[in-house]
Nanobody
Framework: QVQLVESGGGLVQAGGSLRVSCVAS????????MAWDRQAPGKRREFVAS???????TYADSLKGRFTISRDNAKNTVYLQMNSLKPEDTAVYYC???????????????WGQGTQVTVSS
């Protein structure tokens, strides 16, 4: 069984910083792309950032310069560093990963349960 577990969310004041983490665990052979999405109250889930196994990153245009995605392949962990946070960044942040389970040969997409980030004004 494979699990993605996010952590590090919380309450922060506008202008502050926060780093959320996501660890993939279980019978994993390899992990390809890891990514973060978010869903604000009453809004659709939206893409935040992604990172390939080789470290190539992609960001939502509106978040470039404030958010940084990184990963530690040895720890099966992806991070999202969020700076200069705004109230509109308030959302549940979800990580997801395209990974190959042990004994299989094709990638599948897995999601975590999310971590709440609240930015107060």
């Amino acid at each position: 069984q494979v699990q993605l577990v996010e952590s590090g969310g919380g309450l922060v004041q506008a202008g502050g910083s926060l780093r959320v983490s996501c660890v993939a665990s279980g019978s994993i052979s390899s992990i390809n792309t890891m990514a973060w999405d978010r869903q604000a109250p009453g809004k659709r889930r939206e893409f935040v950032a992604s990172i390939s196994s080789g470290g190539t990153t992609t960001y939502a245009d509106s978040l470039k310069g404030r958010f940084t995605i990184s990963r530690d392949n040895a720890k099966n962990t992806v991070y999202l560093q969020m700076n200069s946070l705004k109230p509109e960044d308030t959302a549940v942040y979800y990580c997801n990963a395209d990974l190959i389970r042990s004994g299989q040969y094709w990638p599948q997409n897995y999601w975590g349960q999310g971590t709440q980030v609240t930015v107060s004004s």
